[in-house]
């Protein structure tokens, strides 16, 4: 594969992955430039992480990038994207595309009218472990999946996994629930981990979204903790015919219909003496379901997860397929839309309509 060229807009917390990225494999991924439309805000940032900085999105062209990545804040995603598109300039954008319905029709008409290249970085399904999950399924352990109870991801998040796993495709769901608020003692933040005993007030969404096909979601995101707490973990159940999920459990009939259980193992390289420190592989049994695309780099889940759509960027502009497209994307986000209607009016019925992105 050759290196891949990229530019890149935003110089936020989401945009340091790129270039983290980019700085640990220099020999598979070339940053071009970084768009900062500020001048003494983009000199301080070229002179913090030594990158190449301009200040237009012309001499970001000029630098001749495959794609750009677009990491800016949200709000104004939806008019900048719809500028690429106008320009023909490939894309990978962070999510969310849009903030409201109205924003997602808009980015489908434009994307109906121009046909741009562009893609949007949804990365959960590429980590290691839902990327594990997800090859259990597909490789029929469990059967036909009928249900998942997701507590780890919220919103547009949440409702990628659940639409993946379950394999709903636009199908039409019902939505209800209902907010609740509990206590919780912080004990850490992006920062890192805190110590004063602090508690604080944590909402917890909880979610039945039934779809027209009988599959069922059970959507329970706890914020901030989900995230960052080392008192409030993830939980992921998924429930089919022949086995289950159950977090880093696997349960299913083999061929001759007699129960296995089996314990996924997640192996990193420089532990216990061992000297590389970097993710390998996570394994079930003595099968693979999951192996790192870049052995010895040092990146986090995220990160792997990351550089995984750059390079799955690079395959679809070069001939490949899409890997999350924006019809995908604006679906999510659709169904994010519809889950924050449901927890505005508690435990009653919403229901998602149909959307253009979704007629075939």
């Not at 998924?238 to 977090?247: H, K, N, P, S």
Request: net charge negative.
């Amino acid at each position: 594969m050759s290196k891949i060229r990229f530019g890149l807009i935003g110089s936020g917390w989401r945009a340091e992955f790129y270039i983290r990225i980019a700085k640990a494999l220099p020999e598979m991924f070339d940053l071009a430039a970084v768009m900062i439309r500020s001048k003494e805000k983009g000199e301080a940032f070229s002179a913090k992480f030594s990158v190449k900085v301009v200040n237009t999105l012309d001499e970001l062209v000029e630098k001749e990038p495959e794609f750009v990545v677009m990491a800016i804040k949200r709000g104004i995603v939806t008019e900048n994207l719809i500028t690429l598109f106008e320009r023909g300039i490939p894309v990978l954008t962070e999510t969310p595309p849009g903030e409201d319905v109205e924003a997602l029709h808009q980015l489908w008409d434009a994307y109906q009218k121009y046909q741009p290249k562009v893609q949007v970085a949804e990365q959960y399904f590429l980590q290691p472990l839902y990327a594990s999950w997800y090859k259990a399924i597909c490789d029929g352990k469990l059967g036909e999946v009928e249900n998942i109870n997701i507590s780890s991801l919220h919103g547009y998040h949440g409702a990628s996994i659940i639409r993946q796993f379950l394999r709903t495709g636009f199908e039409n769901c019902r939505i209800y629930g209902k907010r609740y608020w509990f206590d919780v003692t912080e004990t850490y933040g992006r920062e890192g981990m805190v110590f004063d005993g602090e508690v604080v007030k944590c909402s917890r969404d909880r979610l039945t979204m039934e779809f027209d096909n009988g599959k069922v979601a059970y959507f329970d995101f706890s914020d901030p903790a989900q995230y960052h707490s080392f008192i409030r973990t993830r939980q992921l159940t998924v429930q089919g015919t022949r086995g289950e999920i159950d977090d880093l459990t696997i349960r299913y009939l083999n061929a001759q219909n007699i129960p296995v259980t089996q314990d996924l193992r997640r192996i990193d390289l420089g532990v216990y003496g061992n000297q590389e420190w970097s993710h390998y592989a996570v394994m079930l049994g003595e099968e693979f379901l999951f192996r790192t695309p870049f052995i010895n780099a040092r990146f986090n889940d995220d990160e792997i997860a990351v550089a995984s759509c750059m390079v799955k960027m690079h395959e679809y502009i070069n001939g490949g397929e899409e890997f999350y497209g924006m019809a995908d994307a604006l679906q999510d986000m659709y169904i994010c839309l519809k889950m924050d209607e449901a927890l505005e009016h508690p435990v009653t019925v919403v229901e998602t309509q149909t959307q253009p992105w979704a007629q075939k």
